[in-house]
């Protein structure tokens, strides 16, 4: 099956700083990738979808300028949280979409990265 | 607007008994996906099922079984002989086609936890 990694796989920083996730498909490119939040105990919560070469799209709520996406690539997209605080600690998830000749198009997800913000 | 409710936050069985988890959803689309993901202590999402609207044949895989109905916007997920190993929270989620690249709507997931 298709693979898609995230780096890192959990990140402990200070409140103020910027923290970049990559998320990558291994063996297939992907036009668009999700990005997802969950807090403890609760589900996932799509933060926004993230177009190649294009501007990622936000879900209502979700900070553009606090969470800036760059999909540079057919295999690569950033999730910066910039100036982190307590509250955005958090375990984010991305997926991607794998283009088939079929009718639907297979999303998969990334392992997850943890942020902890102290 | 598409919606999933799991009403089971958590359940707790003896091993080795059966156990349904429980899945409602809504959708204004006539095409739509439904899916059955677990995730384990580590975090990672394992796929277990992906589902199409007009396909409301039930699937066993193992001692896993989804029981899709259209008519109750339903798709249950049973675990026959549960084993501690099936701990983990289990999420049902739903997916518009809506275009080629359809975000997947997760339900608050069920928290399975399978007692020796």
């Known amino acids: 099956g298709a693979v898609v990694s995230q780096h890192p796989s959990r990140v402990i920083c200070k409140s103020g700083t910027s923290v970049k996730i990559e998320c990558r498909s291994l063996?297939?490119?992907?036009?668009?990738m999700f990005w997802y939040r969950q807090f403890p105990k609760q589900s996932l919560m799509l933060m926004a979808t993230?177009?190649?070469?294009?501007?990622?799209?936000?879900e209502q709520g979700v900070e553009k300028d606090k969470f800036l996406i760059n999909h540079a690539s057919l295999t690569l997209s950033t999730l910066t949280v910039t100036s982190a605080h307590p509250e955005d600690s958090s375990f984010y998830i991305c997926?991607?979409?794998?283009?088939?000749?079929?009718?639907?198009?297979?999303?998969?997800f990334g392992p997850g990265t943890r942020l902890t913000v102290l | 607007a598409q919606k999933v409710t799991q009403a089971q936050t958590e359940i707790s069985v003896v091993e080795k008994e059966d156990v349904t988890l429980d899945c409602v959803y809504e959708?204004?689309?006539?095409?739509?996906?439904l899916f059955w993901y677990k995730q384990p202590p580590s975090g990672e999402l394992v796929f277990l099922i992906r589902?199409?609207?007009?396909?409301?044949q039930n699937e066993i895989s193992g001692r896993y079984s989804w029981n899709f109905q259209k008519s109750t916007s339903s798709f249950n997920f049973t675990i026959t002989a549960s084993q501690v190993v099936d701990s983990a929270v289990y999420f049902c989620?739903?997916?518009?086609?809506?275009?080629?690249?359809?975000?997947?709507?997760f339900g608050s997931g069920t928290r399975l936890s399978i007692r020796p």
């Open positions: 997926s991607a979409i794998r283009l088939e000749g079929s009718s639907y198009n297979e999303q998969f």
């Open positions: 063996d297939f490119q992907a036009t668009t």
């Open positions: 993230s177009n190649e070469g294009s501007k990622a799209t936000y």
């Open positions: 959708t204004r689309d006539t095409t739509y996906y």
């Open positions: 589902r199409n609207s007009f396909d409301e």
């Open positions: 989620a739903l997916s518009e086609r809506r275009s080629s690249a359809s975000k997947i709507i």
